[in-house]
């Protein structure tokens, strides 16, 4: 193919590709809207107290973070190795909620009931977000006032007047953006206040999911998600601005440290780890029952499948991606586009007309990629790739194809980044259970088997089940993290 | 003369290894060298942003290693600023006599001498954010000396002025600094900066003073 020739084939390939990725990312909308027929906007009566619950629990969890996370941070400065300390803050963030749920079992089982509810939901919120708020603070105050921060240091300024006069007129539309980032993950949280929130819905991810299961009432059930994407779109052009900088050279925040508080910072990931010893503890006692002998095998070999499976859709979809950036009209859909509910997502591809064990496999791996793809790209990828685009400018003035640029610049360069994704990708895919179960029904992986565990009130033998799940989702994330690596090159 | 000891760091691949530094405690010492020679370091350690356990550094019967950052009193000027940039030129130097609890008309007695011997009354009231590089070179020097710091350190203080510039603010500063008697450490690799305002040379190359 002459050179011209090739030229133009590339960036007509680029141009399907963008198009196909922008409409695989809006498949469950566009199939709710070929498959519903008939539209009857609910009365307000009707969906006004789930928006009114929801926000209630939002705003209540969303505070009790950034409270919480404001004191980790003071307490973070003090720590002298860094990268430990933001590891466990982020630990909460990065295991599978059912993890969490099962440490908050074996914590609070053994001394009282346990609180099914908005408490419940509540603290698991706040354990969950409070370590991101720490690291979202620090590395806001590295980025943005790190050296203003060392001179206010030097000149002697107290820190609460740091806060008063340099930090709070900078960065109070950072701060909110904070909030409003918190707000939103508890706004939509589902797999948490699914196993948590008892009879009362707490999220309107909850209650779409409860208004399909129990009234059938499929356009509701839209029209709730349809809200709920809304009010998060206008949050996000209220506050347009990236609230995760990436990290700049690390300036002493000193001035802001709390030794007191440093204990705080291992708080969220010691509870984890204590109640995961306790449950374990307490099954390893019991013994496996036969029934769980019987199913983890094949539970083990479809999680791990899933895992697998999510993680390389991701890589494609990464790969996808920054061979067609930079493109400004993509990149802002991609930054401003907010994954599908759950429910809708599982919900939407149940409507479509194929079905059978292959198939609903391939759908499950599809709206687990659908829900987290969106999310990891903002997180972890965007910024990878958004400083390369001088780069690509310069590879491509100097004539390199964009196949060329995508495997010798932008890979070398974000391919860690865009591998550390796919392996969280994949672990979240492990320890589904909520998407799993609607789209495949029975028990067949291993946390839909300690979801039916828990509901069966076996806490201990759901417990056991935690042993191969995180030796599995371990596995699954350094296969991409490492492995992963020499195989893409 | 100030005595600086045991300045040791070791870091991906670079030692830096000072065993004994006699600083004079006036006039401008200046410490030189290329990029990558440790000055920055050797800056952020005396001034306490980077830890080094075995550092004593002696001057006037205190170790001001042992000391809390803020109780140093040092004033410093960073190659970036660091000025307050939602705050005025006056506001930012006023802020600094605030956190060392100067009285208020110690405070505008001292700003109206170093906005008169500075020249910067015309641009007080302007905010920090939108003062020319010149301008705000001059607020950063003004605030770190209107608490009268034991010691005054320049890092790369001229670095991003233009030539023109660059001669007149060597003037300036080097005024300021003999009016005040400040003992001062400058950390450049220009050797202009050398030559018009260096008492004492010191050069450092691979984390070694020569």
């Known amino acids: ?489 | 003369m100030s005595l600086v000891e045991n300045m040791v760091r070791q870091y991906d691949g670079f030692r830096l290894e000072i065993p004994r530094w006699e600083i004079p405690d006036q006039g401008i010492t200046a410490l030189c060298g290329p990029s990558g020679a440790g000055k920055t370091t050797v800056f952020r350690m005396l001034i306490g942003l980077e830890d080094c356990p075995g550092l004593k550094w002696s001057f006037q019967g205190e170790d001001l290693a042992q000391l809390p950052v803020p109780e140093r009193r040092l004033g410093v000027v960073f190659q970036s600023l660091e000025l307050f940039p939602h705050m005025t030129a006056e506001e930012n130097i006023l802020f600094a006599a605030e956190a060392r609890r100067l009285s208020q008309d110690e405070s505008r007695d001292r700003l109206q001498a170093l906005a008169q011997d500075l020249r910067m009354s015309s641009y007080l009231k302007r905010k920090a954010a939108v003062l020319s590089g010149g301008e705000a070179q001059r607020v950063a020097l003004a605030r770190a000396v209107i608490t009268r710091p034991l010691f005054l350190f320049l890092d790369e203080p001229f670095s991003s002025l233009d030539a023109e510039l660059r001669s007149e603010a060597r003037a300036l500063v080097k005024r300021v600094i003999e009016k005040f008697q400040f003992p001062t450490l400058l950390i450049t690799h220009d050797e202009e900066d050398l030559q018009a305002m260096a008492n004492t040379v010191v050069r450092l190359k691979d984390g070694r003073l020569l």
């Open chain 1, 1 to 489: 193919m002459s050179g011209t020739k090739f030229f133009h084939a590339e960036e007509s390939s680029r141009l399907g590709l963008r198009w196909a990725l922008g409409l695989l990312l809006l498949f469950p909308y566009l199939i709710w809207l070929a498959e519903v027929r008939e539209w009857n906007w609910p009365p307000v009566h009707e969906w006004m107290p789930y928006v009114v619950y929801a926000s209630f629990q939002a705003l209540l969890s969303a505070g009790l973070a950034c409270v919480a996370g404001f004191l980790m941070f003071q307490g973070l400065q003090s720590w002298h190795r860094r990268g430990w300390a933001e590891a466990a803050l982020l630990f909460p963030n990065i295991i599978p909620p059912l993890f969490l749920v099962m440490a908050l079992f074996a914590v609070v089982t053994p001394w009282a009931a346990f609180p099914y509810g908005l408490s419940a939901v509540i603290v698991a919120h706040v354990i969950l977000n409070s370590g991101l708020v720490a690291v979202a603070l620090d590395r806001l105050l590295q980025a943005k006032l790190g050296g203003m921060t060392e001179t206010a240091w030097l000149l002697g300024v107290r820190p609460w007047v740091f806060w008063r006069r340099v930090a709070w007129p900078q960065l109070r539309g950072d701060l909110a953006c904070i909030f409003l980032f918190v707000f939103s993950l508890c706004f939509t949280s589902f797999s948490i206040p699914l196993l948590l929130s008892g009879e009362r819905s707490v999220t309107l991810e909850v209650a779409i999911f409860d208004i399909i299961r129990t009234e059938g009432r499929w356009d509701k059930a839209v029209l709730l998600a349809a809200f709920q994407s809304t009010a998060l779109l206008v949050l996000a052009w209220l506050l347009p601005r990236p609230f995760w900088p990436q990290r700049s050279s690390r300036a002493s925040l000193r001035l802001l440290e709390q030794p007191s508080l440093s204990v705080l910072v291992l708080l969220p990931a010691a509870l984890l780890v204590t109640g995961w010893g306790l449950g374990v503890g307490a099954s390893l006692a019991e013994g496996i029952e036969p029934f769980v002998r019987e199913n983890l095998p094949s539970a083990l070999l479809l999680s791990a499948a899933l895992g697998l499976s999510v993680g390389v859709l991701h890589l494609i979809l990464f790969l996808a991606v920054a061979y067609v950036l930079p493109h400004n009209r993509l990149d802002r859909f991609l930054n401003g586009y907010l994954a599908p509910s759950p429910a809708i997502t599982g919900f939407g591809l149940l409507l479509l007309p194929v079905n059978g064990v292959i198939a609903d496999f391939i759908k499950l791996v599809l709206a687990l990629t659908l829900i987290s793809f969106p999310l990891l790209y903002r997180w972890i990828v965007h910024s990878a790739l958004a400083s390369l685009q001088n780069q690509i400018v310069i590879a491509r003035s100097l004539g390199a194809s964009w196949s060329a640029i995508l495997f010798k610049v932008v890979w070398p360069q974000a391919g860690a980044s865009c591998l550390r994704a796919c392996g969280l990708a994949a672990v979240w895919a492990c320890g589904d259970f909520a998407l799993s179960g609607l789209l495949l029904g029975e028990n067949v992986s291993v946390p839909m088997l300690m979801n039916d565990l828990l509901g069966n009130y076996r806490f201990e033998q759901a417990a056991l089940l935690l042993i191969p799940l995180v030796l599995l989702s371990l596995a699954v994330y350094f296969f991409f993290v490492r492995a992963a690596r020499y195989v893409v090159g």
